[in-house]
């Protein structure tokens, strides 16, 4: 039976957070003036860009215009990724290449961000997007993770059962959708510590660590 690998993009696909949250950084600071460290973006990791921006908003009370603000992120994110290209992060090409040549496995992408963000993080970490059966973005789901929905969609596009995905994730906002959807979880801790991913069926510290032979016992 058909079964599935379905990756997260930010700190999975290419270790994304470091930039995302300076991007911010600038961000609050252009258009607000307002001094916000890379550490407040930590518990919004995975949940969306603009819940991403907005809950630190909140902390700081700053009364922020989420399109804009997104949109300045989204432009800051860009120029710093010029000045820093993201390779991708280790074992993912192997994973890929692997299922690729495998009859029984399908490949998804399912990411919070936007596609126009996310899409040139795919390509610049050397993934084609021709190479997945099915890539569902933020611009998809009107519910963010932790919310299952975004891996409900996933799962039925790629027309399998929850239980016959394997998950990649590395924030405990995706972990938590990916259980309530009834996926199998696998989280790295690029983006946060071990202790915060508890709930996926397996933590690692590199996909390196991880074979496809590995996630096919796993469904």
């Avoid at 804009?68 to 890929?96: D, K, T």
């Avoid at 309530?180 to 069926?201: H, R």
Wanted: aromatic share 6%.
């Amino acid at each position: 039976m058909k079964w599935a690998i379905v990756f997260d993009v930010d700190g999975v696909v290419a270790d994304t957070e470091a930039l995302n949250a300076r991007a911010s950084v600038m961000m609050f600071r252009e258009l607000y003036d307002t001094q916000v460290q890379p550490e407040d973006f930590r518990d919004f990791v995975g949940t969306g860009d603009e819940r991403y921006v907005e809950g630190v908003a909140e902390k700081y009370r700053v009364t922020i215009d989420t399109d804009r603000a997104v949109e300045r992120r989204r432009e800051n994110f860009f120029a710093l990724q010029q000045q820093h290209p993201l390779p991708a992060m280790p074992g993912v090409l192997a994973i890929v290449q692997t299922a690729r040549v495998s009859a029984d496995v399908k490949l998804a992408i399912a990411t919070s961000g936007n596609k126009d963000k996310q899409f040139p993080v795919i390509e610049g970490a050397g993934l084609k997007l021709e190479w997945f059966d099915v890539v569902v973005t933020g611009d998809d789901v009107t519910r963010k993770k932790p919310d299952p929905q975004i891996y409900e969609i996933t799962t039925e596009k790629l027309g399998l059962p929850p239980a016959r995905c394997v998950v990649l994730e590395d924030a405990p906002a995706g972990v938590a959708s990916a259980k309530a959807a009834g996926a199998v979880c696998i989280a790295v801790t690029s983006s946060v510590g071990a202790e915060k991913l508890q709930d996926a069926d397996l933590v690692v510290a590199s996909l390196a660590e991880v074979s496809v032979a590995t996630m096919r016992r796993m469904v």
